[in-house]
């Protein structure tokens, strides 16, 4: 029982290049989320999901698109990456609101 | 506007004494309230949460306090231990929607 995996942990980009981070949970959780994770900043919400092929809009969501075609995966896509994207992702799911369980984190930078 | 706010950036603590950290909010939506920890290089864990019907709630070391009318929540850990050593995030939620703001999280270190 993996929990929430990401893939990958560290990645380097340069101005205009695309990429896509892999969430995966093992748990039959519905919902799932991506956030970014700023220096002295709370997480933001990018997207969420609650339940397979579905898809919204979180509090941060320009420059993200994501897809959710299998209940347990989760992909964040990056059209064309920006220096303000650099960040920390951290991808959760959860049963419910309650108690989401979170992933050990993306390290992205663009330069 | 940061609806969900924790002051202390960072707060220190001798082992075997109290830790309290506090969060503040703004938005009188919110009807549920959460506490993660996290370790460098790792993902927030949950810890404990609190709905608003409540104004306490227990779970071995760690007590949550709610007083709605100050929009004041704070997290005690009794007795502190050095692996209570981390960044403290207070998160809330209104039962509308499915999302949930964060503070910007307290690091909170336990001295031998």
Not at chain 1, 25 to 32: G, I
Not at chain 1, 99 to 111: A, W
Not at chain 2, 59 to 83: E, W
Request: hydrophobic letters at 35%; aromatic letters at 12%.
């Amino acid at each position: 029982n993996a929990g929430v995996t990401q893939t990958p942990k560290f990645r380097v980009l340069k101005t205009g290049q695309s990429m896509t981070l892999l969430c995966a949970q093992d748990m039959n959780h519905e919902y799932m989320y991506w956030y970014r994770q700023d220096p002295g900043m709370g997480l933001r919400l990018i997207h969420y999901s609650v339940g397979e092929g579905t898809t919204a809009k979180g509090e941060v969501p320009d420059g993200y698109n994501v897809s959710r075609l299998k209940k347990q995966n989760f992909l964040l896509g990056l059209e064309s990456a920006a220096p303000s994207q650099t960040s920390v992702y951290f991808c959760a799911s959860s049963l419910s609101l309650r108690g989401q369980y979170f992933g050990p984190g993306t390290r992205l930078t663009v330069t | 506007d940061q609806q969900v706010k924790q002051n202390s950036p960072s707060l220190s603590v001798q082992e075997g004494r109290i830790s309290i950290l506090n969060c503040d909010y703004t938005n009188s939506m919110f009807d549920y309230f959460l506490w993660y920890k996290k370790y460098p290089a790792e993902g927030p864990t949950f810890l404990i949460s609190i709905s608003s019907i409540k104004d306490k709630n227990e779970d071995g070391r760690f007590t949550v306090f709610l007083n709605k009318s100050a929009k004041h929540l704070s997290l005690h850990i009794v007795p502190s231990q050095p692996g209570d050593s981390a960044v403290y995030f207070c998160a809330a939620s209104a039962s509308s929607n499915y999302q949930l703001i964060w503070g910007a999280g307290t690091k909170l270190i336990i001295k031998p």
